[in-house]
């Protein structure tokens, strides 16, 4: 004997959304009194056949037991083109005939066929309008400071609060936690110290996890990637869009106090972890611990994958880490060939699928390091210029002129962005405008550097006394001075870019 099978699904229960009992009812009536068999799915999606029931009907139109499926409507069986292709086939292949109670679809003509493809491809929009939904207002909370859900991140725990008038959480700092990361944070800012050494300071002195398990390097690096503790700043605003980070909140903003959530954004991560291109920075609601220049050392060093300056061997770079390609961002790291040059910087990317073609230039080590030395003392010998400033609490005019600067730079980017579609009066007011912007931006420049030498002034003698007898100078000495100079150095195209931290 061979039955109908009455098919319901319902993927989550809401008040608005009919019951698989209700579905199956308006089925019952399309068998006029015939032998039947129900299957239900409760909880499951229609985007994919990955349903018991579903797949219970589909072996049983295989044995031959079914002669016609009778759904309530025709996206309770399936909401992708594909799946519901193939099971048009499979039921053509068995004579099995398709009814939607609510839907009057005849199978056996080609209109009939065409009008359900093309019903299942309104109904794949709908669940893709859904899931585009789902996840704008999931970024829309994100963006307002609302806690996710996820796990708690270490040195923190839940604490109830209210946002825009609605109850939701924020982290609270656990001070024996915080401690723990204050101290892990300070040892890995220190160039010596790398992940292994600080595995074995802390089982060497019984600093143990408080939540249980071990310290490893994982976990470790883990905690030293997560802007969750910094005391956000303007360096740290400067740091994420240098990345390629999607930030929403303003430079303004970020004055020192509030830590960071960083979310996966909504372009899918195609390239490697630590890469920051297209996620979302959002300031949080609840206070940071770690100061933002000691999160930035340790974010930079995770950033760079390098590996301590015991470790680092002569024959490679003092230049080693703060080299990236223009083109891709991916650090440049050393080859060595039997030529007059011997080493050369190549793009770390470059030959991975196609995803980079290099610098575009050959990049020798030698004449690099050369060009290097000589821009690190002409910036020396404008340190000198401006040496002898009093320091009259310069940190927070420092700061306020950061975050000018930053402010500065997105207005003119802005206004160039104009330029295409001006006239001549609009033109005139552009450049008027940027003339402007670039003198109070020379300014600020100024002001930060006459600032923050007397602050540097101490460590300026003995780097200056580096570059005269750099010969002489040990690698671990070379690699200290780039480190306390340069924030990167960017090759593409012949053109040497580099990022100064002064």
């Known amino acids: 004997m061979m039955y109908d099978a009455l098919y319901g699904r319902q993927s989550i229960e809401k008040q608005d959304s009919i019951s698989v009992e209700s579905q199956l009812e308006y089925c019952r009536y399309e068998t006029h009194g ?12 229609g985007k994919n056949t990955n349903r018991p029931d579903f797949e219970k009907m589909m072996n049983d139109i295989r044995a031959g037991k079914i002669k016609r499926v009778i759904v309530y409507k025709l996206d309770r069986i399936s909401r992708s083109i594909l799946d519901f292709a193939n ?69 923190y725990r839940l604490k109830e609060t209210i946002i825009d008038n609605i109850r939701t959480f924020m982290y609270e700092e656990v001070p024996e936690e915080s401690e723990q990361l204050k101290l892990i944070y300070s040892l890995y800012a220190d160039p010596s110290n790398s992940l292994g050494d600080i595995i074995q300071y802390l089982h060497k002195n019984g600093i143990r996890q408080l939540r249980g398990g071990t310290w490893n390097s994982a976990r470790l690096s883990d905690l030293l990637r997560n802007p969750v503790y910094v005391k956000a700043d303007i360096d740290v605003y400067n740091f994420f869009k240098s990345q390629g980070a999607n930030i929403y909140n303003p430079a303004s903003d970020f004055t020192g106090y509030n830590a960071c959530y960083l979310y996966k954004g909504t372009v899918s991560a195609t390239r490697k972890q630590c890469d920051l291109t297209d996620k979302e920075i959002v300031l949080a609601p609840h206070r940071g611990f770690i100061p933002a220049g000691t999160w930035l050392a340790c974010r930079i060093r995770c950033l760079n994958n390098r590996q301590s300056t015991q470790t680092c ?12 390609c223009g083109n891709c961002g991916y650090a440049l790291v050393i080859r060595r060939a039997n030529t007059k040059w011997g080493r050369y910087f190549v793009c770390s990317c470059a030959g991975h699928d196609n995803s980079c073609k290099g610098t575009g230039c050959t990049v020798y080590a030698d004449v690099l390091e050369e060009y290097m030395l000589s821009a690190i003392r002409e910036k020396l010998s404008e340190f000198k210029k401006l040496a002898g400033e009093k320091e009259n609490e310069t940190v927070p005019f420092v700061s306020k002129n950061k975050i000018r600067l930053t402010q500065i730079d997105e207005e003119i980017g802005d206004l160039l962005s104009k330029v295409g579609n001006a006239d001549s009066i609009l033109m005139k007011y552009i450049g008027g405008k940027v003339s402007e912007l670039d003198a109070e931006r020379r300014t600020l420049q100024e002001e930060i550097v006459s600032l923050t030498c007397s602050k540097t002034e101490s460590n300026i003698g003995q780097i200056t006394d580096h570059a005269k007898t750099w010969d002489s100078v040990s690698f671990e000495d070379k690699q200290a001075v780039v480190d306390a100079f340069i924030k990167v150095i960017k090759i593409a195209n012949g053109n040497i870019e580099i990022t100064w931290k002064i």
């Open 87 to 155: 099971m048009m086939e499979t039921f053509q292949q068995y004579h099995v005939e398709f009814v939607s109670s609510t839907e009057k679809f005849d199978t056996s003509t080609p209109i009939g066929r065409a009008m359900l493809n093309i019903c299942i491809v309104f109904a794949q929009l709908e669940r893709e309008t859904i899931q585009k939904r789902v996840t704008d207002a999931y970024y829309a909370r994100c963006r307002r400071g609302f806690y996710m859900g996820g796990r708690i991140p270490y040195g």
């Open 34 to 45: 015939e032998p039947y068999i129900e299957y239900a799915d409760r909880g499951f999606s």
């Open 313 to 324: 061997k002569p024959k490679n770079s003092w230049l080693t880490g703060k080299v990236k």
